[in-house]
């Protein structure tokens, strides 16, 4: 994302606020994966899912079973791991998985903590669903000269997940300091309206891409 916005001609400041962590237990997780096979589909839901699933799996992966990814970034991850994406769709996001998948077993593969919107929707059209925590976003203390860069003014705070919005929050308030606010799609706006925040901008694609589009619409526009 950094790369994109020096291309565009814009100075990025680095301001973590989450860590991907994998999890205290992780039994339930090697308990599913040893038996993908009692399965039909897998879903994953983000890059990080991937590279930590596929380091316990080990090569060892069913050939009947069916790979779903929430979007690009995900499916290309899978692909890099020699693994066929089955369905991806169209509308990035957790819901939209689920008009791809209409019968049989499914695991999904999510953080901790995840909207359980997916798997209530599988379960409404009595499929079996199980969701299993891959890993979990801890929140982190910026350095003090992002905080400095933030508060000495930015143009546009940018955030790609509601878990950066909490996380944030909990660091600052709903305080930009006079920034514009652009999130990567609607869950993550949403997560950002409910906390106060005003959203200045929604990437139309749910992409690290669409979110450099958008703030580039907003600000073509100023």
């Known amino acids: 994302m950094c790369q994109l916005l020096r291309q565009q001609g814009a100075v990025p400041v680095r301001f973590p606020v989450i860590r ?14 040893a ?5 039909d589909w897998v879903v ?8 930590i ?5 080990r090569g060892q992966w069913p050939n009947s079973l069916k790979v779903a990814a929430i979007g690009p970034a ?30 049989g077993r499914v695991l999904l ?17 009595g499929l079996h669903a199980k969701e299993v925590s891959v890993y979990y976003a801890a929140n982190v203390q910026p350095p003090a000269a992002a905080f400095d860069a933030l508060q000495a003014g930015v143009d546009a705070v940018t955030f790609t997940s509601g878990s950066t919005v909490h996380s944030y929050a909990q660091l600052c308030g709903n305080r930009t300091w006079g920034a514009a606010v652009v999130c990567i799609g609607p869950v993550t706006a949403s997560a950002a309206s409910a906390l ?3 959203v200045h901008g929604v990437a139309a694609e749910y992409t ?10 907003l600000y073509a526009t100023r």
């Open 20 to 33: 991907i962590c994998p999890l205290e237990d992780t039994r339930p997780l090697k308990a599913a994966l």
């Open 35 to 39: 038996r993908l096979k009692d399965y």
């Open 44 to 51: 994953f839901t983000s890059v990080n899912g991937v590279r």
């Open 53 to 57: 699933v596929l380091s316990e799996v």
């Open 74 to 103: 995900t499916c290309h991850a899978l692909q890099m791991q020699g693994l066929r994406v089955d369905y991806m769709p169209s509308e990035y996001r957790a819901e939209r998985i689920s008009d791809g998948i209409d019968q």
């Open 109 to 125: 593969l999510r953080a901790q903590g995840a909207r359980p919107a997916l798997r209530q929707i599988l379960r409404a059209r």
């Open 196 to 198: 106060g925040f005003t």
């Open 208 to 217: 690290i891409d669409g979110v450099i589009e958008s703030l580039k619409g």
